[in-house]
Structure formats: C-alpha cells, structure tokens
C-alpha cells in the first residue's frame, strides 16, 4: 500500500498562504514571486533563503519589475495564464511525489521548494535571481538535489 505523506505543519502553512496569494498573481513570474515571499518565511527553507540574503523586497530591477521591484504586467506569461491549472495542487502533488519517491514519512517545506522550481522553472530562477541569489546556491544550502527527469 502506498500511503501518501503528511505535510509538516510549516509546509502545509506555505501551501495554505500560497493558496491565498497565488489566484491574484497575472503572470507566472509573480506566482513564482509570490511562492519565493512565502517560503523564506517557513521551515527549513525559510532558514536557508534568509541566511542567503533573500529579502522580501528584489534586489535587482529587471524584466517585468517596475522601478521598486514590484512586478508589473511586463513579466513573462506562462502558469498563471495557462488556463485552469491549479497551481497549488500542482506544486503540492508533485511535493507528496518527491517526498514519496526518498521514502520520507511526511513533507517539509524542502519538498515544496523544490516542486516549486519543478513547476515554474526558469520562472523561478529569475525571481531567486531578482533576489540575489540562485538554484544552485539554494539547493547547496539546504543540502538538496533536484529530482532527476521523471522523478518529481
């Protein structure tokens, strides 16, 4: 029998905020914006972004980032423009997979970080970068690796 895991309580608050804040965002990019503002709050993940730096406010100005860095209407489309996907769904589906697939009994904000980069890929990546860091750098804080192709 296959049990699917327990969400951690700080993950299942992530997962909890990101479904209130998520439905407003117009573009994949700030979706991927809003994620990254509610993980650095949370768990293990928290932790390790604010140990590198990352504020809520982005550091640098770029594609679809007004003067203040607010994100405008100029970012990329992509997830939130994708029809009916359910975002949250899909990042908690595929944070119950990854936890599933190492054989961990429940799932931590870890997990949902990295269904988050999973879901919104380079989305993601340019939003960790607007906030002064990256993957790799994160992935290396927290001890992590990405699932290989097919895994999550």
Do not use: C, K
Not at 49 to 70: F, I, M, N, T
Not at 76 to 100: C, K, L, P, Q, Y
Not at 105 to 110: D, E, Q
């Amino acid at each position: 029998m296959d049990a699917r895991p327990v969400f951690a309580p700080d993950a299942g608050m992530v997962l909890g905020i990101a479904a209130t804040a998520i439905p407003f965002a117009r573009t994949a990019e700030a979706e991927a914006e809003r994620w990254l503002r509610v993980l650095r709050l949370h768990g293990e993940v928290g932790v390790a972004l604010q140990a590198l730096g990352v504020s809520e406010v982005p550091l640098a100005v770029g594609e679809g980032h007004g003067r203040a860095g607010e994100l405008t209407d100029g970012g990329r489309s992509g997830f939130a423009n994708g029809g009916d996907r359910d975002a949250v769904a899909h990042v908690t589906e595929h944070a119950a997979r990854m936890a599933s697939q190492r054989g961990v009994t429940g799932v931590a904000t870890t997990d949902v970080l990295l269904a988050v980069m999973l879901v919104y890929g380079a989305d993601f990546d340019h939003v960790l970068w607007m906030h002064g860091t990256d993957r790799d750098e994160v992935l290396g804080r927290l001890g992590a690796r990405m699932p290989a192709a097919g895994d999550g």
